[in-house]
């Protein structure tokens, strides 16, 4: 079973930036792509950005891209997301997930392609 812990969340003034890290605990995090989702108050869940399992390709949506950057160290177990530039309309609460596929090729960006999930953590944005 494969934990993971999101840290680095907090309150931040526009234009701020943050950065998020997600511990994985087991011995699949390296063979595993991983995501990072995140959910505004009263809105569903939306895809913010995944990177392979090797680290060698990685995908943001629209509304992040140039503003945010998703890495990992498969020597620490972690993930990150560094995000800059930061808007109001990026509150949220931000989860990091696990692919549940071995070694995949392609990049998911589906929730339903991920197992395993963070417990989140907050992030607000003032304006």
């Known amino acids: 079973q494969v934990q993971l812990v999101e840290s680095g969340g907090g309150l931040v003034q526009a234009g701020g930036s943050l950065r998020l890290s997600c511990a994985a605990s087991?011995?699949?995090?390296?063979?595993?792509?991983m995501g990072w989702f995140r959910q505004a108050p009263g809105k569903e869940r939306e895809f913010v950005a995944a990177?392979?399992?090797?680290?060698?390709?990685?995908y943001h949506a629209d509304s992040v891209k140039g503003r945010f950057t998703i890495s990992r160290d498969n020597a620490k177990n972690t993930v990150y997301l560094q995000m800059n530039s930061l808007k109001p309309e990026d509150t949220g609460v931000y989860y990091c997930?696990?692919?549940?596929?071995?070694?995949?090729?392609?990049?998911?960006?589906?929730?339903?392609?991920?197992?395993?999930w963070g417990q989140g953590t907050q992030v607000t944005v003032s304006s």
């Open positions: 990177i392979t399992w090797r680290g060698d390709n990685r």
């Open positions: 087991g011995r699949t995090f390296s063979s595993s792509a």
């Open positions: 997930a696990l692919d549940g596929s071995y070694r995949r090729i392609t990049i998911p960006t589906m929730g339903r392609e991920f197992a395993s």
